[in-house]
């Protein structure tokens, strides 16, 4: 299950803080680490000081330009966020994070992905968007922000204690039907966008917010993989019923 975890880094300036997530991690026993456009040389003497012996992630993690690569196969995303956001989107508690995770991950093929912005700026709100939910470490609300590396152990360590609490359980019966995924979800909305905008009913220069409030209730509803193929149809068919325009 722990091997199935991605911790995903945004955008991180600081090399320090990506050995202390590694050492974070390696503690925890997680090892997949994925780091989007990182900000700094992500292996440098820092790096390696503050990893203490768990330098051995950094060289294995995966670094890609877009959070997008970076999740693509994942079937659960989840941003951790130091502070709410304009459009309110379902929330999580690091404890409940942790025990929905060997339900979440009980078919092989998922994979969870928990991501963490950059130090001086957080999680952009369309990097949130992409989110199934956001979770938020509870802290002193007159100081909120926790060290990005210490984030990430808190987070890591809620996994740990529902993976050794799952190990007494009877093992689950994954899933029937696979869930989609984060890749299979972003064509859906970039398929659905596309049809609301040639059925006159999206105006992309007055979103009002409408691709926001879409995704948030698809998000929320976990579609299976085949689930959403039948949307993407009935957008197919949609879309061949639309005159196209002569400028097209
Ligand atoms: N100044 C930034 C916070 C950056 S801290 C802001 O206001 O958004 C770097 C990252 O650590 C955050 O993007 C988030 O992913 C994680 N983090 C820090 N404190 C957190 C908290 N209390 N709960 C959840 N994630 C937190």
Same mark, same amino acid.
């Given at each position: ?100 995770? /060997?339900?979440? !991950?009980? =078919?092989?093929?998922? @994979?969870?992905? +928990?991501?963490?912005?950059? $130090?001086?700026?957080? &999680? ?82 007055? /979103?009002?917010? !409408?691709? =926001?409030?879409?995704? @948030?209730?698809? +998000?929320?509803?976990?579609? $299976?993989?085949?689930? &959403? ?20």
């Amino acid at each position: 299950m722990l091997e199935r975890i991605r911790i995903v880094l945004i955008g991180t300036s600081h090399p320090g803080n990506i050995g202390g997530t590694a050492r974070a991690m390696h503690n925890m026993g997680l090892t997949d680490l994925a780091l989007v456009a990182p900000r700094c040389e992500p292996l440098t003497a820092d790096t390696v000081s503050r990893a203490s012996g768990a330098d051995a992630l950094v060289h294995g993690a995966h670094t890609v330009e877009t959070l997008e690569e970076a999740v693509a196969d994942c079937t659960l995303v989840v941003g951790a966020s130091a502070r709410s956001r304009t459009l309110p989107w379902p929330m999580i508690t690091p404890r409940a994070l942790g025990e929905r995770l /060997p339900e979440e !991950l009980a =078919a092989p093929e998922s @994979r969870v992905a +928990l991501v963490f912005g950059r $130090e001086d700026s957080g &999680l952009t709100n369309a990097e949130l968007q992409r989110c199934h939910a956001h979770v938020h470490i509870p802290t002193n609300p007159d100081f909120s922000s926790l060290n990005l590396a210490a984030a990430v152990q808190v987070l890591a360590y809620e996994c740990r204690l529902a993976w050794l609490d799952h190990q007494a359980d009877e093992p689950q019966a994954p899933a029937e039907q696979p869930l989609a995924s984060h890749e299979e979800l972003e064509h859906y909305f970039a398929h659905l966008e596309r049809t609301l905008v040639a059925i006159g009913f999206h105006d992309p220069a007055t /979103p009002r917010q !409408l691709m =926001a409030r879409l995704r @948030r209730f698809t +998000l929320r509803a976990r579609p $299976e993989r085949m689930e &959403l193929n039948i949307l993407r149809g009935i957008l197919s068919y949609t879309e061949r019923l639309v005159p196209r325009r002569e400028d097209d």
